[in-house]
């Protein structure tokens, strides 16, 4: 069965700096996809970003960016120019490509805060 | 387009009850997943529905059960209701393909006394 390990249970950023949320998988499969949400407190969940696992290069979405590394299974968020907006919990998630089983696997999560 | 909604946003109920939760995914979305999130267990998946049809269930007991309509609104209902059922049910729509990215809705609080 696929796993996803978010260990770090809580993060604080100052606003403007950029943060790395960690995030590892465990899988057999070659084919799969990854990402990341956000879910602030007024819960919900937002998607922030996605990743192929065929796609060598990594997604980037405006100040959010994924540093993937298929062999290590690690699969890490960094948020740049951080934002008081950007404080919630982050949860890594992953979706094998095909089976009949393929479900949305999620970690446990990080909650995130901003300093002003 | 309007976003997932679901209803009722918060939900009381007492331990032998009954509940329904009601999901209504973004048009043209044919996908529902039901999702139960507990600050313990974090987010567990219940199961997926597909054309109305469902196809994929989660490690849940038999008390968890839903459904899938025509126009692709969903229903999930847990019946007997313990205290260890109160959660947040998020339920997320995609259009269908398996690897599709899943738009969440807000979710239905459930206490359970």
């Given at each position: ?37 956000k ?27 994924v ?35 393929s ?14 | ?31 529902v ?16 529905y ?7 269930k989660?490690?849940?007991p038999g ?18 209701l313990?205290?260890?059922d ?12 398996i ?15």
């Amino acid at each position: 069965a696929q796993t996803v390990t978010q260990s770090q249970p809580e993060m604080s950023v100052q606003e403007a700096e950029t943060v790395t949320l960690s995030c590892t998988y465990d899988t057999s499969e070659s084919d799969y996809y990854l990402f990341w949400y956000k879910q602030p407190p007024s819960r919900q969940m937002i998607l922030v970003i996605r990743q192929e696992a065929y796609k060598q290069q990594n997604a980037t979405e405006n100040r959010f960016s994924v540093n993937f590394q298929k062999a290590a299974k690690s699969f890490s968020l960094k948020i740049s120019d951080s934002q008081l907006g950007d404080a919630a919990m982050y949860f890594c998630a992953y979706r094998s490509a095909g089976g009949a089983n393929s479900k949305l696997t999620f970690g446990k999560g990080i909650t995130l805060s901003v300093r002003p | 387009k309007a976003g997932v909604t679901q209803t009722p946003r918060y939900l009381i109920k007492t331990r032998g009850q009954q509940v329904t939760l009601s999901c209504s995914p973004i048009s043209g979305h044919r996908s529902v997943s039901w999702y139960q999130q507990t600050p313990g267990q974090g987010l567990q998946f219940l199961f997926e529905y597909f054309s109305e049809t469902q196809r994929n269930k989660g490690n849940f007991p038999g008390r968890f059960s839903g459904r899938q309509f025509s126009n692709s609104r969903s229903e999930m209902n847990v019946s007997t209701l313990e205290l260890g059922d109160s959660a947040l049910y998020l339920c997320a729509s995609s259009s269908g393909q398996i690897t599709d990215t899943q738009y969440f809705g807000p979710g239905t609080r459930l206490t359970v006394l």
